[in-house]
């Protein structure tokens, strides 16, 4: 069975392990170095000045019984305000490792092949959304 996103189509990773670019052991030494690397919103509040540490337990607390995302969950509870939120999430995203530069970063791609294999993948993307629009 094909690992699927919730879009209904594959992940980069299944792409190319489909290809026989990358292995099964590529994507964990990836997926291992992301998740050193991308650092969660609770975190960089803590490390902007934002939150403490004892609020962002409160937020996670309140995160498990209520579900949501983290920083709605904080501004709704009052910790912080929508700008601070919107500070976060741009430091987040400008300090993101994505899976293909995680890649590149491990040796297990080079970066023309990265950028190669991302066009091809997009283009299958583009193909499949659009059967599945013309399908609905």
Do not use: C, W
């Not at 995160?63 to 987040?92: C, H, N, P, R, Y």
């Amino acid at each position: 069975m094909k690992s699927q996103s919730t879009s209904g189509f594959k992940l980069f990773g299944r792409f190319l392990l489909e290809k026989g670019i990358i292995t099964e052991e590529d994507v964990f030494f990836a997926r291992s170095l992301q998740r050193k690397k991308n650092r969660k919103v609770g975190e960089i509040a803590v490390s902007m000045g934002l939150m403490v540490p004892e609020e962002v337990e409160m937020v996670l607390t309140e995160q498990e019984s209520l579900g949501g995302l983290f920083l709605d969950l904080a501004v709704d509870m009052g910790i912080m305000t929508i700008k601070e939120k919107d500070d976060i999430l741009k430091e987040q995203e400008e300090n993101h490792l994505f899976f293909g530069e995680a890649l590149v970063e491990i040796k297990a791609i080079t970066r023309p092949v990265l950028i190669q294999e991302l066009k091809a993948y997009n283009l299958e993307k583009l193909k499949y959304l659009k059967k599945v629009k013309a399908g609905s």
